[in-house]
T-cell receptor, first 111, second 116 residues
Framework: KQEVTQIPAALSVPEGENLVLNCSFT??????LQWFRQDPGKGLTSLLL?????REQTSGRLNASLDKSSGRSTLYIAASQPGDSATYLC??????????FGTGTQLKVEL | GAVVSQHPSRVICKSGTSVKIECRSL??????MFWYRQFPKQSLMLMAT?????????EQGVEKDKFLINHASLTLSTLTVTSAHPEDSSFYIC????????????FGQGTRLTVV
């Protein structure tokens, strides 16, 4: 059974700092990995999608990497802003096109 | 990106009543939709996979007679919580995959259900 873990569970940083969120998964037989953002009481916004054959994807200040063989992904956020404050979830797509979600990292960017 | 609309966003109902939640893919067709449940400060747990024109596949431990799923068209799936109890209070989120972009999942805004 696939298990996805995210570290740290919570993170508080001052505005402008670069930061890294970590995601690890136990079964490397995945089709892709997605990073999502969730604001309190809201649904999920897809940030980046990395196919299993890819190593990284970039969108604006966000960069996600994938090391499928070691079961790890990182989400790098450059020059963090208060508006980046949210919960970040990673999820992997396995058999049956099912997504397995990580435990989430709650990020707070302070002024 | 593709848009998934979920309605209602919030609902309060009395114990014993049923509540229907709709999930629509607005600008794409989705052969498969997924229903998740999220408890406070926890991650999303898959409840069931909804396939257009066929019966839903439920995850272990999810009561199919309590959580009725219908996927009558390529753009609409519904989740009905029957005979709701306070312990059913939770955040329910649907997800859909585009037929043409089968790898990426798009999510609805979620429904906050409170059973009193």
């Amino acid at each position: 059974k696939q298990e996805v873990t995210q570290i740290p569970a919570a993170l508080s940083v001052p505005e402008g700092e670069n930061l890294v969120l970590n995601c690890s998964f136990t079964d490397s037989a995945i089709y892709n990995l997605q990073w999502f953002r969730q604001d309190p009481g809201k649904g999920l916004t897809s940030l980046l999608l990395i196919q299993s054959s890819q190593r990284e994807q970039t969108s604006g200040r966000l960069n996600a990497s994938l090391d499928k063989s070691s079961g790890r992904s990182t989400l790098y956020i450059a020059a963090s802003q208060p508006g980046d404050s949210a919960t970040y979830l990673c999820a992997v797509t396995g058999g049956g096109n099912k997504l397995t979600f990580g435990t989430g990292t709650q990020l707070k960017v302070e002024l | 990106g593709a848009v998934v609309s979920q309605h209602p966003s919030r609902v309060i109902c009395k114990s014993g009543t049923s509540v229907k939640i709709e999930c629509r893919s607005l600008d794409f067709q989705a052969t498969t939709m997924f229903w998740y449940r999220q408890f406070p400060k926890q991650s999303l747990m898959l409840m069931a996979t909804s396939n257009e024109g066929s019966k839903a596949t439920y995850e272990q431990g999810v009561e199919k007679d309590k959580f009725l799923i219908n996927h009558a068209s390529l753009t609409l799936s519904t989740l009905t919580v029957t005979s709701a109890h306070p312990e059913d209070s939770s955040f329910y989120i649907c997800s859909a995959r585009d037929i043409d972009r089968a790898t990426e999942a798009f999510f609805g805004q979620g429904t906050r259900l409170t059973v009193v």
